[in-house]
Every structure is written in C-alpha cells, then in structure tokens.
C-alpha cells in the first residue's frame, strides 16, 4: 500500500517561491496519474496539476506560467515549484495518486 507524504509548505511573501514535495512509500513507476490539488478555506478542493506515467502534464488556468511539476521516479517523488506565489495560492496542497488516494497536504500561506 503506497502512502504519500507531503512536504515544503510555509508562508512566504506574495511574489515568492516553494517547491513541494510528494513522497510515496512505494515505487511511482506505474502509478498512471499524479497530481497536485488544493483547498482553500471554505472553498472546494480544486486541481492544481497533474502528471502522468508518461510524463504529460495538466495546469490549472490560474497557475499555468508559475508553477511546474515533475516527477522522480526514482526517488518515488513528485513535485510542485511555485513561483510568483500569490495571496490566492493560500491553501493546503494535497498529493494525490491514482487508486492510491491522498497524502495529509501541506499548507501554503502567501501574505503580506
């Protein structure tokens, strides 16, 4: 059973940057998709990227030029870069691997 661990979140100041990290106790090798998701308070969890075993990836509109994310397989991680972080980035990052499920997320505060 793979567990996912993620890591890298903080407060930094709007125009900054973080690089997330999801770690998966197992091989990511055939896991066919891999994302990142977030939830801000009182909204609903929304899509941030993914990644799939090909290596083709997906951004949300909002993040599209800012942020980045790759895969390790052999370090079984994935990450996210966030640059040019906005107050709208505020929210707690989930991983998530296809069949697998979620990790616990990592917040993300972006303020002044």
């Known amino acids: 059973q793979v567990q996912l661990v993620e890591s890298g979140g903080g407060s930094v100041q709007p125009g900054g940057s973080l690089r997330l990290s999801c770690a998966a106790s197992?091989?990511?090798?055939?896991?066919?998709?891999m994302g990142w998701y977030r939830q801000a308070p009182g909204k609903q969890r929304e899509l941030v990227s993914t990644?799939?075993?090909?290596?083709?990836?997906n951004y949300a509109d909002s993040v599209k030029d800012r942020f980045t994310i790759s895969r390790d397989n052999a370090k079984n991680t994935i990450y996210l870069q966030m640059n040019s972080l906005k107050p709208e980035d505020t929210a707690v990052y989930y991983c998530?691997?296809?069949?697998?499920?979620w990790g616990q997320g990592t917040q993300v505060t972006v303020s002044s």
């Open positions: 998530y691997a296809a069949l697998r499920g």
């Open positions: 197992g091989s990511i090798f055939s896991i066919s998709l």
């Open positions: 990644i799939t075993s090909g290596g083709s990836t």
